[in-house]
């Protein structure tokens, strides 16, 4: 099932909207009543939350999603270790850095995660996701994806400097409030610029079959 049509991404609005949307909600709310350490720690807590609501659901953790817990936890633990809001402020710049040499090893060593995200997000469906599996092992499918991973990779790296320059340079409040759209702008810029490669390469490879062909 190529990505596309709205059922497609239901999947990846669901897990990304979250992340993008409640910290800062969180932080504000909390913010009114309580310091704002108490209050950055809270809004941090979206990881957790996502992990909680995974177990209920009855589906296991992914491994992304207990790394970014872990790594939660330890930013808001030097916070109230050392008193200062900073480890948690740049959090995200360290996730980002983490995330963007993921993607660009993963590429070095010809595993590219955006084949494995695009397969997981794509589709909830366990046959689904096989078939999906099977059509991308292919050599073309998969020299694109690296190509998105090393791509990806780049984005992320340049986004992590950005959003240290920010926990570094102006208030929490700011932070909270700036950095969601920051992430989101990146994301929306590096999938426009990939469904256009992809759509380039697939104009020139039809077998890809990773997007849409549009009816004549």
Excluded at 25 to 53: G, M, N, Q, W
Excluded at 172 to 195: D, K
Aim: hydrophobic share 55%; proline share 7%; charged share 15%.
């Amino acid at each position: 099932m190529p990505l596309h049509g709205p059922r497609n991404w239901r999947p990846l609005i669901r897990h990304l909207l979250p992340g993008l949307v409640l910290p800062g909600l969180i932080y504000f709310v909390v913010s009114r009543d309580a310091p704002t350490l108490v209050a950055l720690a809270a809004a941090s807590s979206v990881p957790l939350l996502d992990l909680i609501a995974r177990l209920v659901r009855g589906r296991s953790p992914s491994l992304v999603g207990l790394a970014f817990v872990a790594l939660t936890g330890a930013s808001v633990g030097l916070a109230f270790w050392f008193h200062s809001p900073l480890f948690i402020l740049v959090k995200g710049a360290a996730g980002s850095a983490v995330l963007g040499l993921a993607f660009a090893v993963s590429a070095a060593v010809r595993r590219p995660l955006t084949r494995t995200l695009a397969i997981h997000l794509t589709s909830d469906h366990h046959e689904e996701r096989r078939h999906l599996a099977e059509r991308w092992r292919h050599p073309r499918a998969l020299s694109v994806f690296r190509t998105l991973s090393l791509a990806w990779g780049a984005l992320l790296l340049v986004t992590a400097v950005q959003q240290l320059t920010m926990a570094l340079t102006i208030s929490p409040g700011m932070v909270m409030a700036m950095e969601p759209g920051v992430h989101l702008t990146a994301i929306a810029l590096g999938t426009v610029a990939s469904v256009l490669y992809v759509r380039r390469r697939q104009r020139l490879h039809p077998e890809l079959a990773m997007l849409p062909v549009r009816a004549r």
